[in-house]
């Protein structure tokens, strides 16, 4: 497991953060840091055909060593990590043998991991942690996610008894400000489908995510003297409150859970003569996503209706765009890839926890372009910020299931 840790921790001391705000992809030239060194380091260990394209896009073959006919499956993984929370001078520590009590980050700053606010620590008892030093992230998110990639690949190579068909392996820049599968050619990738290695504690299989939409809603206004402003002055930050209070009661993230979907005001920025609202839009059940545009779309045009004399257009200007699908729907029709996954976890003695995602992944827009691709466990705990931790114990079960998802496909 040592080897594992160890290059876990070669790639988090590189930092790869993402940027939102640029245009390039990566969107960080530092990405390329880590990708340079991960093409050497698939190519050291006998993949074949590594190649990184222009964009910092990373595909390696592992071929075949069975003579029938087997589907070619992939596995991702993204190597930036979240611009949320500093990933520069990562400074990892480990907790050999943790013992379930609080896990000091840094003294200094009294910054303590510990199980009375984080519980899952303490089914973790007597593993291995990797945490922070209380400064960065961990940047297991998803750099654990390639450790196993990488480490399974390099399993199967060293074991040519364990028998496997094609599998290719893909990393990728830039999926924390979601455009990690942007530019992701699918078909040179060449895959049958594939598994994100992205989700969090040891067991998650996820193949449900969010409809997704955003929605811009701009409202004007008229200034008028607010002395002589009956009847003629028109509050633009008005009209959006009223907006904002056709919304249905209780449908939004703090309120919601499970399946259940959303609006989310997220910004909200007026002035008498103009406001723009923005908002996302979510829910798993295609229907009710749709009902929900709909609805916005409806509340608009109530609002334009009862301006249509005073303002003379349109008072309400509602632009929604959509972001990304449920995968289920591509997923569903080759529900057999989820069930392969599943059937690894049960042999290797892992529960599988499947769940609705409350967001997307990079494996939804992948779906949609004609690589179905469920998100299976990385084992890291707290993505995004300090308390960012990952079990080596949890990275060697994802190494596993890699494993046993390439046995068991060539069973097929
Ligand atoms: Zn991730």
Redesign the pocket.
Known sequence: MQHIIDRFISYVIIDTESDASSPTTPSTPKQWDLANKLVEELKSIGMQDVTIDDKAYIMATLPSNVSHHVPTIGFIS?FDTSPDFSGANVKPQIIPNYDGKDIVLNAEKNIILSPSYFKDLLQYKGQTLITTDGTTLLGA??KA?ITEIVSAMEFLIQNPDIKHGTIKVGFTPD??IGRGAHHFDVEKFGADWAYTM?GSQVGELEYENFNAAGAKITFKGKSVHPGYAKGKMINSMLIANDFINQLPKGETPEETKGYEGFFHVHHLNGTIEETVLELIIRDHNKKKFEKRKELIEKIARKINKKFAKQFGEDIVIAEIADQYYNMKEKVLPVKYIVDIAEKAMKELKIKPLIKPIRGGTDGSQLSYKGLPCPNIFAGGHN?HGKYEYVPAESMQKAVDVIVKIAELTAKL
Do not use: A, N, T, Y
């Open positions: 993204h998110d998803d996610g999926e924390e992205d993505f």
